[in-house]
């Protein structure tokens, strides 16, 4: 069942800094988008209750993080265009 929070939201954090310049709209559906919905149904078919609660526990964590999660150089995404 969809939540308030997933796995993909966790990654994509600082999504909106990921959309700043180019066309947001062309990189958030051709990219992004199918990204975290893969993300979302890889979870779904091997959830478990253990794995929900970390899921609640890594976002509470990143709630009350006092800095914001640096850029990995590994989640580039390709320019949209």
Request: charged share 30%.
């Amino acid at each position: 069942r969809p939540g308030i929070t997933s796995l993909a939201s966790l990654k994509y954090f600082d999504e909106e800094d990921l959309l700043r310049g180019g066309d947001a709209d062309d990189l958030y559906t051709r990219v992004i988008m199918p990204r975290k919905l893969e993300m979302d149904l890889a979870y779904m078919e091997s959830r478990t209750l253990w794995s929900d609660l970390k899921v609640i526990a890594m976002t509470v964590a990143a709630v009350f993080r006092s800095g914001r999660r640096q850029p990995n150089p590994d989640d580039s995404l390709p320019a949209a265009g």
